[in-house]
């Protein structure tokens, strides 16, 4: 059935590194619009970043663009978010989504955390 399995998450130091990993199944995810949102504790999940289907265009939150970057590989079916210069303020649950029409999928969240 429908999947998005998450990984990559943990624990990193202000200003290292981190990348995210979605892998999908049960769709056709060449198809569909990948999305990465997240939500920490007390407050609303928002939006980070958007990768497209058709041409593969990006957007980003202001408050991550210039160091965070969303890619997708059709070819394994997974969609990255690369995360540099990371600070305490990117701590959060991560979520993977799927969108197409009104067809939308969630991955489970992955934990990332930044502190020294």
């Known amino acids: 059935q429908v999947q998005l399995v998450e990984s990559g998450g943990g624990l990193v130091q202000p200003g290292g590194s981190l990348r995210l990993s979605c892998r999908a199944s049960g769709f056709t995810f060449s198809s569909y619009t990948m999305n990465w949102y997240r939500q920490a504790p007390g407050k609303e999940r928002e939006f980070v970043a958007v990768?497209?289907?058709?041409?593969?265009?990006?957007n980003y939150a202001a408050s991550v663009k210039g160091r965070f970057t969303i890619s997708r590989d059709n070819a394994k079916n997974t969609v990255y978010l690369q995360m540099n210069s990371l600070k305490p303020e990117d701590t959060a649950v991560y979520y993977c989504?799927?969108?197409?029409?009104?067809?939308?999928?969630w991955g489970q969240g992955t934990q990332v955390t930044v502190s020294s």
């Open positions: 989504n799927a969108r197409l029409a009104s067809v939308s999928y």
């Open positions: 990768i497209r289907s058709v041409i593969g265009s990006t």
